[in-house]
């Protein structure tokens, strides 16, 4: 089967880094995708990785391994506005993604 | 990017009848997705939906019971037919401007309640 692992929840202080990790096991992969979701709203882009290495956006980073199937996202700076659901999703192909559980992030003051 | 609105944004349907959930996107797009979300859960894929074609449906969901309409780039239609309690959840389009399904912009959902 197919499945993408990553933490349930999350909770760190503001100011602080996380990493929200994420490994796959997938038929086809073509890149991994980051997507932020709060509570009762619509899931929005947050980053992509299609080859080994980091990626960064601002106060987000994203990294990929795809010898490990294994990727990170990186969040610095925490402010209170990131807590939020954070899914981890894999493109394998076919115009087909697969996402992951979610990691729900709790930001305390 | 792309903006996308849903409608409606919210029901409440009694067992056995049928909803029709609107997708509109503000520029034309080849590829849109229709999702389903339980509150809490993953995203899980129902169906792709591209203009010109039939929808192409995962495993587990079939069109009698999602049936899917895209009459042109900027619209498309999700209904969910003979609705029971286990189809209470929230339903998603997205959208992929490019050719792939690296990134993806979703509209706000339709949360669906049925009684």
């Known amino acids: 089967g197919q499945s993408l692992e990553q933490p349930s929840e999350v909770t760190a202080v503001e100011g602080a880094i996380v990493q929200i990790n994420c490994t796959y096991q997938?038929?086809?992969?073509?890149?991994l995708s980051w997507y932020q979701q709060h509570d009762g709203g619509a899931p929005t882009f947050l980053s992509y990785n299609a080859l080994d290495g980091l990626e960064e956006t601002g106060r987000f980073s994203s990294f990929l391994s795809r010898s490990d199937s294994y990727g990170y996202l990186l969040l610095q700076e925490l402010q209170m506005k990131d807590s939020a659901s954070y899914f981890c999703a894999v493109n394998t192909g076919g115009f087909k993604t697969i996402f992951g559980a979610g990691t729900r992030l709790f930001v305390k003051a | 990017s792309a903006v996308i609105s849903q409608k409606p944004s919210r029901d409440i349907c009694q067992r056995g009848t049928s909803l029709t959930i609107q997708c509109q996107v503000d520029?034309?797009?080849?590829?849109m997705f229709w999702y389903r979300q339980q509150p809490g859960q993953s995203l899980t894929l129902i169906a792709t939906a591209n203009q010109g074609s039939e929808a192409t449906y995962e495993s587990g969901f079939v069109i009698d019971k999602f049936p899917i309409s895209r009459p042109n780039l900027t619209f498309s239609t999700l209904t969910v037919s003979n609705m029971s309690p286990e189809d209470s959840s929230i339903y998603l389009c997205s959208v992929e401007p490019g050719l792939s399904t690296d990134t993806q912009y979703f509209g706000p959902g339709t949360r669906l309640t049925v009684l």
């Open positions: 997938t038929s086809g992969f073509y890149g």
């Open positions: 520029s034309q797009v080849t590829m």
